[in-house]
């Protein structure tokens, strides 16, 4: 084939893409574009595990006829699932820019209330609006706040945003963005896992684990009555049933892993990288630092609130939370509250 032909060839199929960039412009970015597959075959992989099911199992067919409420509850837990990777993956995992946006808006709508009543005192609780005022930069001196007294300005600003961090946020490359709370960077969501969504990823892989459960358990039942029926049929159920079992058992770990995580009040990039961290690095190991007990962790984790911004606990703080249990302890629910 001549040069100019291949030339030819590549530029049409370039104009080619860049109509379909102009149609659907999320496309054009390349991490975007593999997210969206991602997405894609997360449902088809749903779809193809249900769909085969009800192509094969006429048992579950006629028991769906006798007892329409278990196929319903089973075909609701399959939306439900979908429905929640949808809200995850497409939420936001609380990105320190917007929480600087939410600041800044905050200190300027305060500081016109203030004018309009002739004064530039605030008497507010919140930590976060506290100082607010008479301060050119509030997220800035609200971050210095939550770092122990000392401690350098280049150890919590972002070398790639310059903005401040506070404790337990960190930069995402995948996402160029720093994220509050910041857990991990999650492939197959594509997106962050952070103070903002971390509770719908755990309400994400308990209803996935639910369902992978449940299709295992359906697909055991089928390979139970038919097995000595049509062999390739039997053969494809086998395999698919090995890759659910392997699901299921990666999905309920993951399940427990988290939920340790939420009832100790840590995330997995501070388990992992303690060391790096550096106001976590001289901190022994079997200390979570910011532990609040196993009743507020979970309220926290669940409600919110301002919880993103935890100040770092003193040493004074550290030395106490490390003190052995004792009777005493165990009776007063020290490890509650
Ligand atoms: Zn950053
Ligand atoms: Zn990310």
């Known amino acids: 084939m001549a040069f100019t032909d291949l030339c030819r060839q590549s530029c049409s199929r ?11 412009p999320c496309l ?28 094969f199992d006429k048992d579950l067919i006629e028991k769906t006829r006798r007892e329409p409420w278990y196929t319903a509850l089973y075909l609701l837990l399959f939306l439900a699932t979908l429905v929640q990777y949808f809200i995850t993956a497409c939420s936001s995992p609380g990105y320190v820019i917007d929480a600087i946006k939410a600041v800044s808006l905050l200190a300027n709508y305060n500081r016109d209330a203030s004018k309009k009543n002739g004064s530039f005192v605030v008497t507010v609780d919140d930590p976060l609006r506290r100082n607010l005022l008479g301060c050119d930069s509030p997220w800035s001196k609200t971050v210095m706040d939550l770092h122990l007294p000392g401690t350098p300005t280049r150890n919590y600003i972002c070398s790639y945003c310059n903005v401040d961090q506070p404790p337990r946020a960190k930069h995402c490359h995948d996402c160029d963005r720093c994220v509050l709370k910041f857990d991990h960077h999650c492939t197959w969501l594509g997106t962050c896992i952070g103070y903002s969504n971390h509770c719908r990823f755990w309400w994400y892989i308990f209803l996935e684990s639910a369902l992978c459960l449940w299709t295992a358990f359906l697909y055991i039942n089928y390979l ?22 392997m699901s299921s058992i990666f999905l309920l770990l993951l399940l427990l892993f988290h939920s340790y995580l939420i009832l100790t009040n840590q995330t997995t990039y501070e388990l992992i990288r303690r060391q790096r961290i550096s106001y976590l690095s001289h901190v022994p190991r079997r200390v979570c630092p910011f532990n609040r007990g196993m009743c507020r962790n979970p309220y926290y984790f669940c409600c919110g609130g301002s919880s993103y911004l935890e100040r770092v606990p003193t040493p004074h703080e550290l030395e106490e939370r490390s003190r052995p249990y004792t009777c005493w302890d165990a009776l007063t629910c020290r490890c509650c509250f």
């Not at 139970?224 to 079992?245: D, E």
């Open 28 to 55: 054009a970015d390349p991490a975007r574009r593999s997210s969206l597959c991602l997405r894609l075959v997360l449902v088809i992989m749903h779809l193809v595990y249900a769909g085969i099911l009800f192509l």
């Open 14 to 24: 370039a104009s080619e893409s860049d109509r379909c960039y102009r149609y659907f």
């Open 224 to 245: 139970h009555i038919n097995i000595s029926q049509t062999w390739w049929k039997s053969a494809i159920m086998v395999a698919m049933l090995i890759f659910l079992l």
